[in-house]
């Protein structure tokens, strides 16, 4: 059957930008699966999406016109109801075909076939194939509904009929045109009140011909490009971005380059037709204000890539990428040079305001502000990260180090009072940096203002931890708090809804254990946390102890280690989180022994009779062994155990489960040989005693009983 190329566009108004792409990729994957569904694409059809400011379009390769007839088998009833007891049909039978467009006859050709324990009659019949038509027009309707809309507006068309009047449509902007060509033919559709057809507009500005005609569906980026100057394709519209942002960045020399960031990347690309960057510059008096500021407002209000030097440092250029491409490109700098000044005045004077109070004297001020109605001020949450604060620094070798234990006092102390300051009122996103930045204006020294600067570390996956152990204690002691106050509360997260990051809020406290090097145990620090809110919480500690334990063992298994090897080390709970890896690399390394699985197996076995022994003292009477593998087994065990022990204790995981490897024949032994439970107490209690013993021994790195098949 003879195929083409499929073009559908959609042309509206300005669509939201930081939802562009998600709107284009949908709407081509949609469209491509109700095709193909309807048979109306071959196997090798490719969709390729388009999405411009002002468009969402599809190109399908290898289109049918018509799709081919399928046969389908439909199950009637069963031949209980369809046939009487001579095997004549029955009303419900003939009525059932009737609705399927079949007379009488058709009784005859029916199979019979089982279904269940019962038998039930099938249809056979050839469904006609759909038309390009009806297909696309059915596939349209299915890929406007399911776009992943932000908001929808409403709006007014003319009908188009005899009589005047209006009509309402819903959908995320209004649409002007629609675009439907397969091959060079249009396909006769409809959606948003708009009829099909073989044109569509270019650049606001800078089209050379208006409408833009199409040819022939595969022509569409190459016309629009020529007569719309439009780059159609997102995809190429951001690396051209990338490209002349690397390029203007180069012209300048020094090593100078635009700032990184995806997600303004991919915001400009939405915002722009046809991009054109060009070079802008600022007053150089505003690198005065933290770079960071300035970073933020040229970014978050302007869209603009501000540039870095060859060190990092913000310099007084930036890049702007506009949507037009004037010969002379002077008015259009001189405009947004113009448009930012006042942007970087205001962050310049929020940053000398600010610096008039220090942060000290803003603590009493945490005391108006609500943090949340059952756990009181910020003011009430600050004490609180305070008290558990100290009690983390008096867990950490540095306790008798005043100078330690004052600077995570002041940290906590102050690394809310930002809060209150102007400029992060204007920029929340800037809360903790512009902390550092004013607790080194007084004088408070290079580690309280780390400290306050990083204690919402880490943020995100893969963020930096503090940068020094006072910045640690206030991170944890402030997510700690969170988390303690949170779960007190019942406040716990569901499904996708986790409004306070209480998930992310773990993972940080689980990073800073496990990275840290911290030797703390995580009970302790939730303990501490529970005991600085009084009566305000009822006891989560179980609750959460269970949640964060679920984020480590998701993190381990992220990290490439195995469900069996993260069952067996946090079965045993370790407190210590920086030996989990340790203890992680040793289960592993003993995993690919020979004896492994012998081992883990009587592992498993011996939890299982100490088990159902109840309470059992772990003794060993040797004047009581009657058999010659106990004698055996117990022999080995007094050779090979308090070496393992002792490379337990020296932090070498590895070595104290490899050691335990050569239990494995005289273990064997002692269970082919043995009877634990014997009949006489006094036999039963001894060996039961040396089980428990060597249970003990072989459990202290991780439960190997997980290893077992």
């Known amino acids: 059957m003879t195929t083409h190329n499929l073009l559908i566009e959609l042309f509206v108004e300005e669509l939201p930008p930081k939802a562009l792409q998600k709107l284009g990729d949908a709407f081509s994957n949609v469209l491509f699966e109700q095709l193909k569904a309807q048979g109306l694409t071959a196997a090798s059809s490719v969709v390729t999406a388009y999405a411009s400011p002002r468009r969402l379009a599809a190109h399908i390769t290898a289109v049918s016109a018509l799709a081919n007839d ?11 109801v369809g046939l009487d007891a001579n095997g004549h049909a029955t009303p419900a039978l003939l009525k059932k075909l009737q609705a399927l467009g079949a007379g009488p006859e058709a009784v005859t050709q029916l199979k019979r076939a089982p279904d ?56 995320v902007r209004p649409a002007h045109s629609l675009v439907a060509l397969h091959g060079s033919t249009v396909v006769d559709v409809k959606a948003l009140g708009l009829k099909a057809g073989n044109s569509t507009q270019g650049h606001r500005f800078e089209a050379s011909v208006s409408p833009v005609v199409l040819a022939h569906a595969d022509d569409y980026a190459d016309t629009l490009a020529k007569d719309g100057a439009v780059i159609a394709s997102f995809i190429e519209r951001r690396a051209e971005i990338a490209r002349q942002l690397e390029a203007a960045a180069a012209k300048l020399g020094g090593g100078v380059k635009a700032i990184e960031d995806a997600a303004l990347l991919d915001e400009v690309t939405a915002l722009v037709e046809r991009p054109n ?131 995570v006092d002041t940290a906590a102390q102050l690394a809310k009072t930002d809060l209150l300051t102007d400029m992060v009122g204007e920029f929340p996103e800037l809360q903790g940096i512009m902390g550092g930045y004013y607790a080194r204006h007084d004088g408070l020294g290079e580690d309280v203002a780390h400290a306050i600067e990083d204690h919402y570390k880490p943020r995100f996956a ?45 993972l940080g406290v ?141 932090g070498d995981y590895t070595a104290s489960l490899q050691t335990l490897a050569a239990l494995r024949s005289p273990v064997d032994a002692f269970f082919d040989d043995v009877m634990v439970n014997a009949e006489e107490m006094d036999l039963r209690l001894n060996r039961q005693g040396m089980l428990k013993k060597l249970h003990e021994a072989m459990n202290r790195v991780a439960d190997l009983s997980a290893l077992a098949s």
């Open 70 to 80: 399928k046969a389908v088998q439909q199950k009637l009833m069963p031949v209980s």
């Open 116 to 171: 269940g324990k019962a038998e039930a009659l099938f249809y056979d019949s050839t469904v006609k194939g759909a038309s390009l038509t009806e297909g696309l027009q059915k596939a349209l309707v299915e890929a406007i509904a399911k776009l992943p809309i932000p908001k929808v507006m409403s709006y007014q068309l003319e009908t188009d009929c005899e009589l005047p009047g209006w009509s309402s449509v819903n959908f």
């Open 277 to 407: 960057v060009l070079v802008c510059e600022f007053d150089k008096q505003f690198l005065d204000v933290p770079q960071e500021c300035l970073i933020l407002t040229m970014k978050a209000n302007q869209k603009y890539f501000p540039l870095l030097d060859a060190a990092g440092k913000l310099t007084n250029k930036f890049l702007v990428v506009s949507n037009i491409t004037p010969d002379d490109a002077s008015a259009v700098i001189g405009g947004n040079e113009r448009v930012v000044r006042p942007r970087l005045a205001d962050a310049k004077f929020f940053f000398d305001q600010d610096r008039k109070k220090t942060l000290a004297s803003r603590v009493e001020g945490l005391a108006k502000v609500v943090y949340h109605n059952k756990l009181g001020t910020q003011g009430e949450r600050t004490d609180r990260v305070r008290a558990i604060a100290k009690g983390i620094a008096a867990l950490l070798p540095q306790a008798n180090d005043a100078s330690f234990v004052q600077a």
């Open 462 to 506: 893969g963020d930096a931890l503090p940068r020094n152990t006072v910045g640690v204690v206030v991170a944890l002691a402030d997510k700690l708090e969170t988390l303690v106050g949170m779960f007190g509360i019942g406040n716990l997260p569901t499904g996708d809804r986790d409004p306070f990051a209480l998930r992310r809020h773990a």
């Open 510 to 650: 689980v990073r800073m254990l496990s990275e840290a090097n911290l030797d703390v145990g995580l009970d302790a620090l939730i303990a501490q946390a529970i005991s600085a809110f009084g009566d305000k919480i009822t006891d989560p500690s179980a609750a959460l102890s269970a949640f964060i334990d679920d984020r480590l063992s998701g993190g381990l298994r992220d990290q490439g280690y195995s469900a069996q090897e993260v069952e067996a080390v946090l079965a045993l709970k370790p407190q210590r989180l920086s030996d989990v890896a340790k203890r992680l690399e040793a289960v592993r390394a003993f995993a690919a022994l020979p004896e492994a699985s012998a081992l883990a197996a009587a592992n498993k076995r011996i939890g299982n009779v100490l088990k159902k022994a109840g309470e059992v003292d772990a003794h060993v009477n040797t004047a009581l062994f009657k058999e010659d593998a106990e004698q055996a087994l117990y022999a080995v065990m007094q050779k090979l155990l308090p070496e393992s022990e002792a490379q337990f204790k020296a």
